[in-house]
């Protein structure tokens, strides 16, 4: 069983920043690709980023790249997102999730397994 668990969320001014940590549950962490997703009030699921199995490739939304940064310590089986110069639209919950394949993937029903997520507000 593989449990995914989110802390850093909170409430930031609009350009300060943020870093998410999920730490997941297992001897095979090492194994999954590494998402985050994020959900804000009356919107659908949203990729923010994503990074494969060694950690030597990461992928981003558009909406986020030069922003969010995503990174991985297999030793501590954790992935984090790093979000600088936060915007009021980055509003959501933020969810980690994780699916043991290869590839790119990028939509939400090609993870596995998801954390509770974490809330993160920016106000206008």
């Known amino acids: 069983q593989v449990q995914l668990v989110e802390s850093g969320g909170g409430l930031v001014q609009a350009g300060g920043s943020l870093r998410l940590s999920c730490v997941v549950s297992?001897?095979?962490?090492?194994?999954?690709?590494m998402g985050w997703f994020r959900q804000a009030p009356g919107k659908e699921c949203e990729f923010v980023a994503a990074?494969?199995?060694?950690?030597?490739?990461?992928y981003y939304a558009d909406s986020v790249k030069g922003r969010f940064t995503i990174s991985r310590d297999n030793a501590k089986n954790t992935v984090y997102l790093q979000m600088n110069s936060l915007k009021p639209e980055d509003t959501a919950v933020y969810y980690c999730?994780?699916?043991?394949?290869?590839?790119?993937?990028?939509?939400?029903?090609?993870?596995?397994?998801w954390g509770q997520g974490t809330q993160v507000t920016v106000p206008s």
């Open positions: 297992g001897r095979t962490f090492s194994r999954y690709i």
């Open positions: 990074i494969r199995q060694s950690g030597d490739s990461t």
């Open positions: 999730a994780a699916v043991r394949q290869y590839g790119y993937p990028s939509t939400s029903s090609e993870y596995e397994y």
